[in-house]
């Protein structure tokens, strides 16, 4: 009874520290740095980019709807006027939080999804920017 009661309280610990560990700002809410449009995926993350369609504040607003459209996910950092934006989602379960930037450079559209914490974010982040993108893509050129 005591090993249940004591995993039970270090369960509760974690749960409770991924909910509450303070939002990491300082290496997620900068624009990405593509070299060209397509889709990168990398170690607990994925970026997409596209060449855009319409004027970068339109492009943004859209973008902006969009994500706030997903459960549970709210802007962390930046705006529309600052062309690029920061956002957190986390997950139903755990809470547990990811973070995606999407900014304009020039005439590129570019996403970026970073989990927070663990390695692997099980696919997430490319389902939920793909999501984005295939909502956004009057706005924007295909692949």
Known sequence: M???LLLLIILIGVMGYVRLAPTRLD??????????VGDVQSAGGFQAARKIMAPA??????????ALATPRTRVIEGSVEDRTITFETRSALWGFPDYTTASVQGDLLVI???????RSDMGVNKTRILGWMTTLAPLTDPL
């Open 112 to 118: 970026a999804g970073y989990l927070r914490f663990g």
């Open 2 to 4: 005591r090993i249940v």
């Open 27 to 36: 290496a997620r809410h900068k624009p990405a740095l593509p070299t060209e």
């Open 57 to 66: 504040a339109d492009v943004l607003q859209a973008v902006e709807q969009r």
